[in-house]
């Protein structure tokens, strides 16, 4: 299994289990012990940064996705009698999110810059910078 394959079952998965703890009970969500803000920060960084270097050709649509993902599963918190859409809650999400898709798109260009190039060179040794 190659790497983007690698990402995109583990970005899909993430993406379940995120949409499974956002619309449980708050008495099944899963919950790892700390700051609640952050497992919703660190949930969404890292199904960003899956889903980047899952697509890396469609970084802008897996940011635009991601997003939408935040605040599509925020508003229907609200058909839920005990559970309640906030705007911190979504905020933080865009922000995880935003910054995974950023780190995806980043690791994506570095790969790129030092892979060898058609003459067994990388390109950075062709950089004269």
């Known amino acids: 299994m190659n790497l983007r394959r690698g990402a995109s079952v583990l970005a899909w998965s993430l993406l379940g289990i995120i949409a499974y ?3 449980t ?3 099944l969500r899963p919950h ?3 700051s609640v803000q952050l ?3 660190g949930a969404f960084g890292l199904t960003g940064l899956m889903f980047a270097l899952a697509y890396p050709r469609h970084v802008l649509a897996v940011l635009a996705a991601m997003l939408a993902a935040a605040g599509g599963l925020e508003l229907t ?3 839920a009698a005990d ?8 905020s933080v999400k865009m922000a995880g999110a935003s910054c995974g898709v950023a780190t995806g798109w980043l690791l994506i260009r570095l790969w790129q810059r030092f892979q060898p190039g058609p003459a067994g ?3 950075s040794a062709n950089h004269r910078g």
């Open 39 to 41: 497992e919703r920060f």
């Open 25 to 27: 009970p708050l008495d």
């Open 83 to 90: 559970r309640h859409a906030r705007l911190i809650d979504l």
């Open 77 to 79: 918190q609200m058909l």
């Open 21 to 23: 703890s956002t619309l």
């Open 121 to 123: 060179t990388s390109q």
């Open 32 to 34: 790892m012990g700390g």
